[in-house]
């Protein structure tokens, strides 16, 4: 089936850094990436939609300069959180959207980052 | 837009018995679909099950199946015969069909608790 290799699966940074979270789709081409935040026992909130080859689409309230999103490829986006706060600290987890052809439009999720900001 | 609740704030349940998880929806487009997902501790989004707005029949997968009464715009989740390994967050989740750039809408979630 559909796989999204996510990379690292944590990460502690240090407040004013820059850290990128990777994405990739081993099996499919993945036009389309969405990444979203979690906060302990909360859901998902979506932070921006990804397009290979153009630019992303933000969700209301999320900062595009702080949260650099990159689809280079149909197989690669990234996330790049820079000047990382305390606040950034969350969960961050992408998924893909299956092309056409295979059944439904699934979605494949990768396995998360847990990113931490000391 | 679309929304969906979840307002079961946990769930608790006995090793072996069924539990229903309530979902409803709302959403002015007449094709969309429904999807429930398992979050374990580890944070992996695991797939359950999917129902499509035109499917005449409730989805069933092993264990799970989808409650599914479209009048009423619901989106229950059975599991049956629960296991301790199905202690876990819940979500139920709703895109539009077609579009390649559907986004999946997400409720809040709810923690279901097996007990031996």
């Known amino acids: 089936g559909a796989v999204v290799s996510q990379h690292p699966s944590w990460v502690i940074c240090k407040s004013g850094t820059s850290v990128k979270i990777e994405c990739r789709s081993l099996?499919?081409?993945?036009?389309?990436m969405f990444w979203y935040r979690q906060f302990p026992k909360q859901s998902l909130m979506l932070m921006a939609t990804?397009?290979?080859?153009?630019?992303?689409?933000?969700e209301q309230g999320v900062e595009k300069d702080k949260f650099l999103i990159n689809h280079a490829s149909l197989t690669l986006s990234t996330l790049t959180v820079t000047s990382a706060h305390p606040e950034d600290s969350s969960f961050y987890i992408c998924?893909?959207?299956?092309?056409?052809?295979?059944?439904?439009?699934?979605?494949?999720f990768g396995s998360g980052t847990r990113l931490t900001v000391v | 837009a679309q929304k969906i609740t979840q307002t079961q704030p946990g769930m608790f349940v006995q090793e072996k018995e069924a539990v229903t998880l309530d979902c409803t929806y709302d959403?002015?487009?007449?094709?969309?679909?429904l999807f429930w997902y398992k979050q374990p501790s580890s944070g992996e989004m695991i797939f359950l099950i999917y129902?499509?707005?035109?499917?005449?029949q409730n989805a069933t997968e092993g264990r799970y199946s989808l409650n599914f009464q479209k009048a009423r715009k619901s989106a229950n989740l059975v599991i049956s015969a629960s296991q301790l390994g199905d202690s876990a967050m819940y979500f139920c989740?709703?895109?539009?069909?077609?579009?390649?750039?559907?986004?999946?809408?997400f409720g809040k979630g709810i923690t279901l608790s097996v007990r031996p």
């Open positions: 989740a709703m895109s539009q069909t077609g579009g390649a750039n559907s986004k999946l809408t």
């Open positions: 959403t002015s487009d007449p094709s969309y679909g």
């Open positions: 998924s893909a959207r299956n092309r056409p052809g295979q059944g439904f439009y699934g979605y494949t």
């Open positions: 990804s397009n290979e080859g153009s630019k992303a689409t933000y």
């Open positions: 099996d499919f081409q993945a036009t389309t």
């Open positions: 129902q499509g707005s035109y499917d005449q």
